[in-house]
């Protein structure tokens, strides 16, 4: 089977999408797998994926969503593939096209589209309402002609099975053995970390002010902040002096940065968006074996709570956060117990090892419905 992977937005090393799902689905004999990119790193072929590249985006969002995105279908025709997985809802017109022509369409939604619109800062509260609803009928319209729906967690699968009964969610869970260590507790530093993309919205202000609140504490932040003026922001925050900026990180260096911390933040704001959202760091930290400083979401905190591997904490309450970090760096023994569960719990559950066979499973599928 010819598979072609596309996004117009996400970087070529994508966890979810070339990590995860194309390396996984390379693994198969049968199968040849493609992933087309606009970052303009040219050509490659890595861990048996062909990676193609549309050349890199220019100018703002309307260039990315016209230019880009016709560079991408043009790779995407020249491939001549028997599946087409689109990773981007700005993908979903050349999917209609792509249908046109016969090919088996895939749509793999990351995240509910509509609640994210809502919380887009920079737009104002009509544009969201606006923006969200016109989203929302072009996504309806779209999705239920595509031959199946992948989501990256089961409430966005609850939306979608009303759309497109062919859906099924494969999260975004820890590879095993990826990021699990043997480093003794009493070697670690006093050190919490936070991995991902770094944005207000995601908790960096609380998270910095709340280091203004510990006694010696670091936290390693390892990322790439949405902005300059968030990253101006972040450095002028209390708790700044505590903070050591390590950029982003590749696979290799998140290992070595969980190895050696205490705990892990994420401790995202209270948006629509994120409530029902499943963070691929809170896993990874759990895999890592170290305990989680959560946002007490009721989702979050089923899982928290269940595995008992972590602190849940109010978001927006920085002295809350930082009562947290103290309490784990200063109760070792607990500490590590919460990491050896929520490792546990990665191992038994929440693993990528269990998601693959999923997406295993709707490929053949869909092979079987087509021959």
Known sequence: MKIAHLTSVHPRYDTRIFVKECSSL???AEHSVSLIVADGLGDEVKNNVAIIDAGARTGGRLSRITR???AVYGKALELDADVYHLHDPELMPIGLKLKKRGKTVIFDAHEDLPKQ????????????????????MYERYACRRFDAIVTATP??????LRINPQTVDINNFPILGELSNDT???VKKNEVC?????????????IVE??????????????SFESSQTHLLSSRTPGWDKVNELGFLGRAGIADLLSRSKAGLVTLHPTQNYMDALPVKMFEYMAAGIPVIASDFPLWRSIVETAECGVLVDPLDPDDIAKAIEYLITHPYEAEKMGQNGKKAVMDIYNWECEKRKLFALYSQLTSKGA
Request: proline residues 3%.
């Open 155 to 160: 409430y966005i699968r609850e939306k979608f």
């Open 210 to 223: 709340a280091m203004s609140h510990t006694r010696n504490v670091r936290l390693n932040l390892a990322g």
């Open 68 to 70: 880009t995105v016709s």
């Open 26 to 28: 390379a693994e198969i």
């Open 194 to 206: 936070y991995i991902g993309g770094i944005a207000k919205i995601r908790g960096i202000l609380e």
């Open 184 to 186: 003794p507790w009493d």
């Open 117 to 136: 619109i809502l919380g887009k800062p920079y737009l104002n509260k009509a544009a969201k309402i606006i923006l969200s609803k016109a989203s929302e």
